[in-house]
């Protein structure tokens, strides 16, 4: 499986952005997908996942009611609208993919078998 991450861009605090992830390749393996965010000079961290049913989804405290994540199984595609952005949401953001279905979102990184390349959000104050 390869993912492609795309949409980031330079913001002003306030503004929105929509990341999008495509997959492609053996996605029949594929289950949750989520975002991950490495700020300068901090760790990745989880930022929203979705299972492949869209029964479990869960968000990051901080971008909770700010964010939603939506997935297209037939596109193959996964995409996280953030709104209200804030400086403290830059970050270079990852999209990953678990091998196998899983009923609820898992949060560890080390559980995700393939990464995307990253795309950079950047937000002015």
């Known amino acids: 499986v390869q993912l492609q991450a795309s949409g980031g861009g330079l913001v002003q605090a306030g503004d929105s952005l929509r990341l999008s992830c495509a997959a492609s390749?053996?996605?029949?393996?594929?289950?949750?997908m989520a975002w991950f965010r490495r700020a300068p000079g901090k760790e990745r961290e989880f930022v929203a996942g979705?299972?492949?049913?869209?029964?479990?989804?869960s968000y990051k405290d901080s971008v909770m009611g700010r964010s939603t994540i939506s997935r297209d199984n037939v596109k193959k595609t996964m995409i996280l609208q953030m709104d209200n952005l804030r400086p403290e949401d830059t970050a270079v953001y990852y999209c990953?993919?678990?091998?196998?279905?899983?009923?609820?979102?898992?949060?560890?990184?080390?559980?995700?078998?393939?990464w995307g390349q990253g795309t950079l959000v950047t937000v002015s104050s």
């Open positions: 979705i299972t492949w049913s869209m029964s479990s989804i």
């Open positions: 390749g053996r996605t029949i393996q594929m289950g949750t």
């Open positions: 990953a993919a678990i091998r196998g279905i899983d009923s609820v979102v898992n949060e560890a990184a080390a559980a995700y078998s393939w």
